[in-house]
C-alpha cells in the first residue's frame, strides 16, 4: 500500500516557517522567495485538507494541528538526516568540532592538548569558544564539552572534570579579614561572581547564606573574575583544577579552609551515533583517558587549595557534597559555565 506523504517542497518549507516564525527568514534558509515559500505552505495545506499556520499581520502562527504536524515532521527530517549521515559516513573533509567555552579551553584542554596532538596529529580540529551552548544534536558541533548535570536529551554525556570550591583573595584583602568568621570577613569584601557560579553552595556550607557583602562585581568569563580578584578587587570563590598557578604563585591564598564539593560536572558530550566517526571516537577516548590520569594520581597531587598559613584558617572541616543554587542575582549577563 502506497503511504500518503505529501511533497518535500511543502514539508520543507513547513519546517522552516515553523521554526523561523515568518517567511522572510524561511525564505533565506531556503534559498528562495517569500512568495514561493508561502506559495509552497498554501499548497501543502490544501493537500493535507489541515489549516496548518494562522496569518497575522506580524507573521505567521502555528495552529493547534499545526504545533503536532511540526514535532513528527521534525523527527522525521531528523531521522531522515541521521540516515544519510550514517550511509554517507563522516564528512572528512572538515575538520572535528567541538564547542566550548573559553574558560574550560584555557584553563583545562589547553594544558593537555599537545598530548592530543602528538597522539593524533592528522585530526584537524576547530575548537568553537562559546558560551552559547551549541545545538550539538542538530549538527551545530560534533562535541561539546558542557558544564551542568547530565542528562541531556539525545546525547551521550560523560563527566570528566568535577569540582570543589573555596573563597579566594589576594594577600591585601587577606590582611584586613584575617581572623574573622566567613560571615563578618564576607561582609567587608566585594563578591566576585561569575555566571551561574557555587558561592550560594559555599555560603550555606558555611554558615554565611545571609551575609550582606559590601558589593557586588559580576563576570561572563571567570578568568577575568580571577583578575579583579588578584588585583585585590574582592573574594572570589576558587575551582579545584582552575586555580593552581594562582595559588601556588601567590597571587591568591585561601582564607578558609572549608572546600564544598559540587554536583555539577563538566561533560563531554555528544550523539551516540557520532561515535561511528574514528576522529569523535579518538577525542572521546583521548579525554577520558585524560580523567584516569586525573584520578588516579589525585591522592599524590598537590592539593589545589592552600591556606597561607595557620592563622587564616577560619574553618577546618571540610563540607558535605552541595549542589549549586541559584546563580547570581546581581549578574547582567546570561552566559553559562559549559557550552
Given at each position: 500500500?502506497?503511504?500518503?506523504?505529501?511533497?518535500?517542497?511543502g514539508?520543507?518549507?513547513?519546517?522552516?516557517?515553523?521554526?523561523?516564525?515568518n517567511l522572510?527568514?524561511?525564505?533565506?534558509?531556503?534559498?528562495i522567495?517569500a512568495?514561493?515559500?508561502?506559495?509552497?505552505?498554501r499548497?501543502?495545506?490544501?493537500?493535507?485538507?489541515?489549516?496548518?499556520?494562522?496569518?497575522?499581520?506580524k507573521?505567521l502562527?502555528?495552529t493547534a494541528?499545526?504545533?503536532?504536524?511540526?514535532?513528527g515532521?521534525?523527527?522525521?527530517?531528523d531521522?531522515?538526516?541521521?540516515?544519510?549521515?550514517d550511509?554517507?559516513?563522516?564528512?572528512?573533509?572538515?575538520?572535528l568540532?567541538?564547542?566550548?567555552t573559553?574558560?574550560?579551553?584555557?584553563?583545562?584542554?589547553?594544558p593537555r592538548?599537545?598530548?592530543f596532538?602528538a597522539?593524533?596529529?592528522?585530526?584537524?580540529?576547530?575548537?568553537?569558544?562559546?558560551?552559547?551552548?551549541?545545538?550539538?544534536?542538530?549538527?551545530?558541533?560534533?562535541?561539546?564539552?558542557r558544564?551542568?548535570?547530565?542528562?541531556w536529551?539525545?546525547?551521550?554525556?560523560?563527566p570528566?572534570?568535577?569540582?570543589?570550591?573555596?573563597?579566594?583573595?589576594?594577600?591585601?584583602?587577606?590582611?584586613?579579614?584575617?581572623?574573622l568568621?566567613?560571615?563578618?570577613?564576607?561582609?567587608r569584601?566585594?563578591?566576585?561572581?561569575?555566571?551561574?557560579n557555587d558561592?550560594?553552595?559555599?555560603?550555606?556550607?558555611?554558615?554565611?547564606?545571609?551575609?550582606?557583602p559590601?558589593?557586588?562585581?559580576?563576570?561572563?568569563d571567570?578568568s577575568?573574575?580571577?583578575?579583579?580578584?588578584i588585583?585585590?578587587q574582592?573574594m572570589?570563590?576558587?575551582?579545584?583544577?582552575?586555580?593552581?598557578?594562582?595559588?601556588?604563585?601567590?597571587?591568591?591564598?585561601q582564607?578558609?579552609e572549608?572546600?564544598?564539593?559540587?554536583?555539577?560536572?563538566?561533560?563531554?558530550?555528544?550523539p551516540?551515533?557520532?561515535?561511528?566517526?574514528?576522529?569523535?571516537?579518538?577525542f572521546?577516548?583521548?579525554?577520558?583517558?585524560?580523567?584516569?590520569?586525573?584520578?588516579?594520581?589525585?591522592?599524590?597531587?598537590?592539593p589545589?587549595?592552600q591556606?597561607?598559613?595557620?592563622?587564616?584558617i577560619?574553618?577546618?572541616?571540610?563540607?558535605?557534597?552541595?549542589?549549586?543554587?541559584?546563580g547570581?542575582?546581581?549578574?547582567?549577563t546570561?552566559?553559562?559555565?559549559?557550552?
Amino acid at each position: 500500500m502506497m503511504r500518503r506523504i505529501p511533497t518535500l517542497r511543502g514539508l520543507q518549507a513547513f519546517e522552516a516557517v515553523a521554526r523561523a516564525g515568518n517567511l522572510a527568514a524561511a525564505a533565506n534558509t531556503l534559498a528562495i522567495t517569500a512568495s514561493a515559500v508561502s506559495h509552497r505552505i498554501r499548497g501543502l495545506e490544501e493537500e493535507l485538507g489541515v489549516r496548518l499556520f494562522v496569518r497575522e499581520p506580524k507573521g505567521l502562527s502555528l495552529t493547534a494541528a499545526g504545533r503536532r504536524y511540526r514535532t513528527g515532521v521534525e523527527d522525521a527530517f531528523d531521522l531522515l538526516a541521521r540516515a544519510t549521515a550514517d550511509l554517507a559516513g563522516p564528512d572528512l573533509s572538515r575538520p572535528l568540532t567541538v564547542s566550548l567555552t573559553s574558560e574550560i579551553g584555557i584553563r583545562w584542554l589547553m594544558p593537555r592538548f599537545p598530548r592530543f596532538r602528538a597522539a593524533y596529529p592528522d585530526i584537524d580540529i576547530a575548537l568553537l569558544a562559546t558560551y552559547q551552548l551549541a545545538d550539538v544534536a542538530a549538527g551545530e558541533a560534533d562535541m561539546a564539552l558542557r558544564y551542568g548535570k547530565a542528562p541531556w536529551p539525545g546525547l551521550e554525556a560523560e563527566p570528566f572534570l568535577s569540582f570543589k570550591v573555596s573563597p579566594l583573595c589576594s594577600p591585601q584583602v587577606m590582611e584586613t579579614i584575617r581572623g574573622l568568621h566567613p560571615a563578618a570577613a564576607l561582609s567587608r569584601c566585594t563578591l566576585i561572581r561569575e555566571d551561574n557560579n557555587d558561592w550560594d553552595a559555599w555560603l550555606a556550607a558555611a554558615g554565611a547564606d545571609d551575609v550582606e557583602p559590601a558589593g557586588h562585581m559580576s563576570f561572563a568569563d571567570y578568568s577575568m573574575g580571577l583578575a579583579a580578584a588578584i588585583a585585590g578587587q574582592g573574594m572570589i570563590l576558587g575551582y579545584s583544577g582552575y586555580i593552581q598557578a594562582e595559588v601556588a604563585s601567590g597571587a591568591l591564598v585561601q582564607p578558609f579552609e572549608l572546600t564544598v564539593p559540587v554536583e555539577k560536572a563538566y561533560y563531554l558530550v555528544y550523539p551516540e551515533a557520532r561515535l561511528s566517526d574514528d576522529r569523535v571516537r579518538a577525542f572521546r577516548d583521548w579525554v577520558m583517558s585524560e580523567r584516569r590520569v586525573e584520578v588516579e594520581s589525585a591522592e599524590v597531587a598537590v592539593p589545589d587549595f592552600q591556606a597561607p598559613d595557620p592563622a587564616g584558617i577560619l574553618n577546618s572541616k571540610s563540607a558535605p557534597k552541595a549542589d549549586r543554587r541559584g546563580g547570581n542575582r546581581t549578574s547582567k549577563t546570561s552566559a553559562t559555565r559549559g557550552s
